[in-house]
């Protein structure tokens, strides 16, 4: 009985899902990468578990707040039970119609949410009524840093926080700091924490040593001996 359950509720979801991108021009893919677009690129989401670890959550404030709405109207059932029984399909609406549409909230929550990295920068959207991105040039991150908390282990997946500074194109994400310069981008919910961590600071430390972004350095990767030697051979080709 419960497969027949999950798989129509699966049913319902795609149905609901369909008509919501339909609505709100929800992107079902993964967006653009940032940069060249004949730069590689590498697309993720969040893992299953991350998933998981939003439904859990998701069934302990229901549980808290249905258990509460059901505790009330016992209570005035047990004093004016006509009026008790007058408020009860209220009272079931009150607690069934907000838990269908945050459990739809948690699905699209998680097939909106995307990562999309490239050699020079990183971009990140999420979002449902309103889709956020934020992109994040490699040569501007100062600190990467993994974090889970218990329940997050328990589902085996972590976050990855990526801070920056300067550069202006990314945005303050969740959990970020106050200020002009300073500014947060959240990798949440994925289950090779380290590895992706792994990733960006080779990412960061190649953008450096060949200088994107770095005034003192061409875009083309050029130092400036390099640039010296160059302009030495065009001079006396010039001569000759």
């Not at 578990?49 to 258990?67: R, S």
């Not at 047990?78 to 609406?93: D, E, G, I, N, Q």
């Not at 971009?123 to 840093?145: C, D, K, L, P, S």
């Not at 080779?202 to 083309?220: P, Y």
């Amino acid at each position: 009985m419960s497969r027949r359950v999950e798989e129509a509720t699966a049913w319902v979801y795609r149905g609901i899902w369909g008509v919501l991108t339909g609505w709100f021009r929800v992107p079902s893919g993964p967006p653009s990468p940032p940069g060249r677009l004949d730069e590689e690129s590498r697309s993720f989401r969040p893992s299953n578990g991350f998933l998981l670890y939003l439904k859990l959550k998701f069934w302990l404030v229901l549980v808290i707040v249905d258990v509460a709405i059901f505790a009330g109207w016992l209570a005035l059932f047990v004093f004016r039970p006509k009026l008790a029984l007058w408020l009860a399909p209220v009272a079931v609406a009150i607690a069934v119609v907000p838990d269908v549409i945050a459990y739809i909230a948690i699905h699209l929550r998680y097939d909106t949410t995307w990562y999309v990295f490239t050699d020079r920068s990183l971009r990140i959207r999420r979002g449902i009524w309103i889709i956020h991105e934020t992109t994040i040039t490699f040569e501007n991150i100062q600190n990467v840093a993994v974090n889970s908390g218990p329940l997050e282990r328990y589902f085996s997946i972590a976050n990855v926080t990526v801070d920056t500074a300067g550069g202006g194109q990314a945005h303050k994400e969740k959990g970020g700091h106050q200020g002009a310069n300073y500014h947060q981008g959240l990798i949440e919910g994925i289950d090779n924490a380290n590895e992706i961590r792994t990733q960006i600071l080779m990412r960061v430390r190649r953008s450096r040593s060949a200088g994107l972004g770095d005034e003192g350095i061409s875009a083309a990767g050029w130092s400036h001996a390099h640039v010296a030697l160059l302009r030495e051979i065009r001079d006396l080709i010039a001569g000759i």
